[in-house]
């Protein structure tokens, strides 16, 4: 069974950093588009970021670009969120999310829906000001 498992989430000041983990169990990231979603209360859902397969292409959206780096381990099959200079407009609950496809990583951040992939149960980011 496909689980992903995200940590790292937590109370930060404003311009401060977390790192978020995303860890699989029961298959192998290796060939799965992988990205990091965020929703905040009374907000759509936001694709953050999202990286490709084997070469590694990333996306991000412009509200955290500059400041929000994705990478994947596949050998610890664990994706990870590095978010720096963070502010109050981050607050939300973070997922990550998997799909077993070699799909852009822009599409994938763009149009997946929960409906998709494999996701996580999510992690909560604060950023006080």
């Known amino acids: 069974q496909l689980h992903l498992v995200e940590s790292g989430g937590g109370l930060v000041q404003s311009g401060g950093f977390l790192r978020l983990s995303c860890e699989a169990s029961g298959f192998t990231l290796d060939y799965y588009t992988l990205g990091w979603f965020r929703q905040a209360p009374g907000k759509e859902r936001e694709g953050v970021s999202c990286?490709?397969?084997?070469?590694?292409?990333?996306y991000y959206a412009d509200s955290v670009k500059g400041r929000f780096t994705i990478s994947r381990d596949n050998a610890k099959n664990t994706v990870y969120l590095q978010m720096n200079n963070l502010n109050p407009g981050d607050t939300a609950v973070y997922y990550c999310?998997?799909?077993?496809?070699?799909?852009?990583?822009?599409?994938?951040?763009?149009?997946?829906?929960?409906?998709?992939?494999?996701w996580g149960q999510g992690t909560q980011v604060t950023v006080s000001s």
């Open positions: 990286i490709s397969t084997i070469d590694t292409i990333t």
């Open positions: 999310a998997a799909l077993g496809s070699a799909v852009d990583p822009q599409t994938m951040c763009v149009i997946l829906t929960r409906d998709f992939g494999s």
